[in-house]
């Protein structure tokens, strides 16, 4: 199992940047996948951008140009590089890890985009 604790998010105007940091309790390498997921109020929690750990990456359409994850496969640490940020991208942004052993999610950060 591993533990994950986001941070970084908060409150900016549209068309601002945020940089969200996903703290894992040990090495993620060997972690096969991790990913970004955000839940918008009255909404199903929905992926946002994976990457494996050969730094293979995906990202949903409506961040594609926009969002960057990347992952420091030495250390504990994903993040997403958020630019350009729209009011849509208001969300709780979670963290997750998934092996064939487990599937760990973080707490989730809040991130706010204002008009």
């Known amino acids: 199992q591993v533990q994950l604790v986001e941070s970084g998010g908060g409150l900016v105007q549209a068309g601002g940047s945020l940089r969200l940091s996903c703290a894992a309790s040990?090495?993620?390498?060997?972690?096969?996948?991790m990913a970004w997921y955000r839940q918008a109020p009255g909404k199903q929690r929905e992926p946002v951008a994976t990457i494996t750990g050969a730094g293979s990456t995906t990202y949903t359409d409506s961040v594609k140009g926009r969002f960057t994850i990347s992952r420091d496969n030495a250390g504990k640490t994903m993040y997403l590089q958020m630019n350009s940020l729209k009011p849509e991208d208001t969300a709780v942004y979670y963290c997750?890890?998934?092996?064939?052993?487990?599937?760990?999610w973080g707490q989730g950060t809040q991130v706010t985009v204002s008009s």
């Open positions: 997750n890890a998934w092996s064939p052993h487990f599937n760990s």
């Open positions: 040990r090495t993620i390498t060997g972690i096969n996948v």
